[in-house]
């Protein structure tokens, strides 16, 4: 019989019985495929993990991706996230304070002085190991600087993906306790590019802590819509959904990348550079209130150091200038280093100008777009060691002024 002469009735009863079969197929299909990717990543997670991954928390403790990682980073009301304490992997420590490095002791152990430095990744390290860090590494320049002198202990109390707000947050509630005689305010870098960090002003808590605390681990979900939960659960086709979700909030959480980068050329930078400016300051007299002097240090930045730079440097740069980030950071990156001056001088503060503290080193001193290799994390201790030993009311044989002056 021909097609043409077909009853369309027969075909009308068949076409919702067609439908739905195609629906379950495409199902099945995608629930095949997704259990695949699940033993790929079941397998992927078995192998070690880097020493320098990270996995994201609630504070519940559900992750927000399905990946290995060896650092746990546990989102926080008021610092965004922070490294759980008593972490240990090879050649990362997070001390019981949950900070990198060497248990700290509430208190200074009679005649120590003890120096405590805030910062973001680059100051925690990220990359590096715990004796190659700028922090340990002043640690012992300034004891063989002063061989004669008093003990010097050094804090390295940087958070990652922190920028000058979550440091603030971080001084006046407990890095302060420990008793430090200077502080040293490290940064600028993450406040150029990490902006959607920083809660508005009167609004302490980060708004994506409570998005994300409340969705991923469903404390106000309604009765009948965890149940629907624990049901998609059972797939791993549902599974795949509720990690992509976590994956776009984590996005939101932490500040992704390219949004932000896209972004800045759109923004007035006035407002982050007040409100970093006013960060710094605070920190300054914050500081001072509770006895301690304070340094102030502007940290490197990939796209300031002079021509020529080495290649691995022209490499990391190529990487990162696409997108308009270049611009951004050759242009607006200057104007945080001098609104941080600013602030040490309104503050009392003394403070060094490390943007472009590699213009005459030799060969590279980042890892990454971001972080400082072994010699960037010499570099910029070397240039640390005679300001910091002047805010301690110590000499030592290169002069404090020479290193704010510039010198390599």
Not at 261 to 280: C, F, S
Request: glycine share 10%.
């Amino acid at each position: 019989m021909p097609l043409t002469a077909v009853d369309p009735g027969a075909w009308g009863a068949w076409g919702p019985w067609g439908a739905a079969a195609g629906v379950a197929a495409l199902l099945l299909g995608l629930e095949a495929l997704e259990r695949l990717a699940e033993r790929r990543r079941r397998a992927r997670r078995e192998r070690r993990p880097s020493p320098f991954s990270y996995r994201t928390e609630t504070a519940h403790g559900t992750p927000l991706v399905d990946r290995p990682g060896a650092i746990v980073l546990k989102l926080h009301p008021y610092l965004v996230c922070r490294a759980e304490p008593g972490q240990r992997s090879e050649g990362l420590t997070i001390n019981a304070q949950g900070y990198r490095g060497r248990d700290w002791s509430r208190t200074r152990r009679p005649g120590t002085r003890r120096v405590l430095v805030l910062g973001d990744s680059m100051t925690f390290g990220f990359g590096v190991g715990d004796d190659e860090v700028f922090p340990a590494r002043l640690e012992r320049r300034l004891a063989e600087a002063l061989p004669d002198g008093p003990p010097i202990e050094v804090l390295n109390g940087a958070g990652l993906g922190w920028n000058s707000t979550q440091q603030l947050v971080a001084l006046v509630t407990e890095l302060l306790d420990h008793e430090p005689d200077a502080v040293v305010v490290f940064g600028g870098v993450s406040d150029l590019t990490a902006g959607r960090l920083t809660p508005h002003e009167g609004a302490p808590v980060n708004p994506a802590f409570t998005q994300v605390e409340r969705i991923v681990d469903g404390a106000a979900a309604p009765g009948a819509l965890a149940a629907l939960r624990a049901l998609a659960r059972r797939s791993a086709l549902g599974r795949g959904l509720e990690r992509r979700l976590r994956r776009l909030l984590r996005g939101l959480a932490s500040g992704d990348e390219a949004t932000v980068y896209d972004a800045v050329p759109l923004v007035d930078p006035r407002p982050g550079i007040a409100r970093y400016r006013l960060n710094v300051e605070r920190a300054c007299l914050a500081a001072r209130a509770r006895g301690a002097t304070a340094v102030v240090a502007s940290a490197p930045e990939l796209f300031q150091r002079r021509e020529p730079v080495p290649e691995a440097e022209r490499a990391l740069r190529a990487r990162k200038g696409r997108g308009g980030y270049e611009a951004i950071a050759r242009d607006v990156y200057p104007l945080f280093a001098r609104a941080a001056g600013e602030a040490a001088r309104a503050a009392g503060a003394s403070y060094v100008d490390l943007s472009r503290a590699f213009d005459d080193a030799f060969g590279p001193a980042f890892h990454d777009w971001a972080h400082l290799n072994g010699a960037g994390h010499d570099i910029v201790a070397r240039r640390l060691a005679p300001v910091v030993a002047e805010a301690l009311g110590l000499e030592v044989a290169a002069t404090a002024a020479a290193a704010r002056e510039g010198a390599p």
